[in-house]
């Protein structure tokens, strides 16, 4: 058996075993899950790990000086308040797994290395961990007691069975002294794959059908446990309107795989090709056969396929969907509520020494308008009037759907390059 993960750490006792199923007829198998583990990891043992983890000296103070910087500048709004969370990591930041990972690594490293017993096979994925005990529950009480006290910010709750349990998304068995595993579904899966109907490429539906049954054929061990999981992914697929042949095509496809293939490791490929990144429309599908037309030039010209590296890979950015054209997921905040323009006071804005921060202004006839709204320079969608303070009765009022300081930025740009026939 093997499990895919992040880290695995197999004992020396499993080491030695040649065939790890004669080994567990009399053992259990036993899921630790490290309790809220990014924002319980101290920024001094995390930045020591990292350290640990680098061998050239340079190299690991540099990548331990940025994650410092983004440890103790994560800074995040709640309401009308600004916070700094000033322990462990925050959840959803691209650091935070890798971070975790290498902290958990160390910290096992050294734990498991002063046990005078230690487990069979012992697997983890992050903050989740896999193990196959051996040496009684006694033994195994002490083992789960000591990882607790071993770091004092890191605790490990602890579930057990004799027969199955289920590990990341797969449930693990032992029957007549073999481990067998299948796939195992959250009572809570329904199934949310993309809809066959969404602005996506073709092939993004087809890769979806079958890197899942790719999925199935991996985790199962039991070929008709297999295909049965694999019939309920079909059924799934087609309720979510995808080509039914096409489905099928793509499961048989992953389905002749040999699951020994699945199961080893394999190094990743080299690839040096350029990407080209554009926002993915259905116009543009002519461009892969374009691109592909390339590779004769490519060949002809050894300078430029140098530079390229190979013939361009196609590479999709998602163009603006209705959520993100109809709202936002930040609401503006103004620190003045008072009525006027006032600066935004951000660090490089060089609009904020120029901004009139009264609440009425007066045109060139002497009529006054009163300011009833609150902006600052980042306001966007506004009236602006640019006042001459060398001839008072000299204005320009324009309107821009830009924020105000960009507005302003092209004007100066206007007239450091000479457009005179801008206004």
């Known amino acids: 058996m093997k499990m895919k993960g992040q880290r695995s750490v197999p004992s020396p006792t499993a080491e030695k075993c040649l065939n790890l199923d004669t080994c567990v007829e009399n053992s259990c198998h036993y899921i630790l899950d490290v309790e809220a583990l990014y924002t319980n990891i101290p920024h001094e043992d995390g930045l020591q790990a990292v350290r640990n983890s680098i061998p050239d000296e340079a190299t690991a103070s540099l990548v331990a000086e940025l994650c ?19 322990s462990g990591t925050a959840m959803g930041t ?50 789960h007691l000591d990882f607790n006290n071993f770091h004092p ?5 602890l579930d057990q069975s004799t027969q ?25 899966d329904r199934y949310t794959y993309l809809h066959a109907s969404s602005f996506h490429p073709r092939h993004i539906t087809r890769s979806i059908v079958y890197s899942q049954a790719l999925r199935y054929n991996r985790i199962c061990s039991n070929p008709s446990d297999r295909d049965k999981h694999l019939q309920d992914l079909y059924q799934a697929f087609v309720k979510l309107q995808y080509p039914p042949g096409e489905v099928r095509k793509q499961i048989d496809r992953a389905r002749r795989v040999p ?17 080209l990144a554009i926002t993915y429309s259905p116009q543009l599908k002519p461009l892969q056969r374009i691109i592909h037309d390339l590779q004769p030039i490519l060949e002809n010209d050894p300078s430029l396929s140098q530079t390229l590296g190979g013939r361009p890979v196609l590479a999709y950015r998602q163009p603006p969907n209705l959520k993100q054209i109809l709202t936002s997921n930040y609401t503006p905040h103004h620190r ?14 060089l609009l904020c020494p120029h901004i ?53 930025n092209g004007h100066k740009s206007d007239i450091r390059n000479g457009n005179i026939h801008k206004a």
């Not at 440890?71 to 700094?84: E, S």
């Not at 005078?116 to 529950?137: A, C, E, Q, S």
Request: glycine share 4%.
């Open 94 to 143: 691209r650091m935070a797994p890798q971070y975790a990972n290498i902290f958990m690594a160390d910290l096992e490293q050294r734990f498991l290395s002063s046990r005078p017993l230690v487990p069979l096979l012992y697997l983890r994925y992050i903050d989740d961990i896999f193990i196959i005990w051996t040496h009684g529950k006694e033994a195994l009480e002490e083992f």
């Open 336 to 349: 003045n509520t008072n009525p006027g323009t006032y600066p935004c006071s951000k660090p490089r804005c």
């Open 356 to 408: 009139y921060s009264g609440n009425s202004i007066r045109g060139p006839n002497h009529i006054s308008h009163t300011i009833r709204g609150s902006f600052t320079c980042t306001s966007t969608n506004v009236i602006y009037a640019i006042m001459c303070q060398q001839c008072p009765s000299a204005m320009y009022i324009g309107q821009t759907g830009q924020s105000l300081r960009k507005r302003i």
């Open 68 to 86: 410092d910087f983004v440890l103790t500048h994560n800074h995040f709004r709640f309401g009308d308040n600004l916070y700094l969370q000033v």
């Open 153 to 157: 910010t890191i605790n490990l709750s």
């Open 164 to 188: 199955e349990i289920h590990f990341l998304d797969t449930t693990v068995q032992i029957s007549d002294g073999h481990i067998n595993t299948t796939l195992y579904r959250k009572p809570t």
């Open 259 to 275: 699951r020994n293939h699945l199961l080893q490791d394999r190094p990743n490929k080299d690839n040096n090709r350029t990407p």
